[in-house]
């Protein structure tokens, strides 16, 4: 299963997405991470959204495949034999200077980690990730 790492940003002004692209494009310059605008697969808690106005972005290990296993890894472990040198705290920060781009212009990014495909509860205009395991018993 794919993790997941997706910002939605709602009521965006479509006049300024490629401006953020940009933004975020020179945000990740020169680090070890990639970041998709189109996604190939549609995660259920998307359809939650009007995308005719918001801005998606998918953070990545990098830019040939849309998944963040190894940003998401805790430090000294291993995913298909591949290790991430760098702390899980700097990696966590990479995806928060992409969020800071957002909200130093005052827009609300709903962030999404974890499990392709997982669901997530809306409840009071806060997201409460709803854990799979626990039904699975």
Known sequence: MSEICIGII??????????????ILDSI??????????????????SKYNLNNCFLFSVSNDFRYNNCEIILLPD??????????????IRLEYISDIIQIFTNERFVV??????????????RNK????NAYKNSA
């Open 10 to 23: 709602s009521n965006f002004p479509i006049n300024r997405i490629d401006e953020f692209k940009n933004k």
């Open 29 to 46: 310059n020169n680090k070890p991470v990639g970041v998709f605008f189109d996604l190939d697969y549609i995660e259920p808690f998307i």
């Open 76 to 89: 000294w472990c291993e995913y298909n034999n591949r290790k991430n040198p760098i702390p899980f705290e």
């Open 110 to 123: 709903d962030l999404f980690l974890g499990d392709s495909g997982t669901k997530y509860e809306f409840r």
């Open 127 to 130: 997201y409460q990730y709803s």
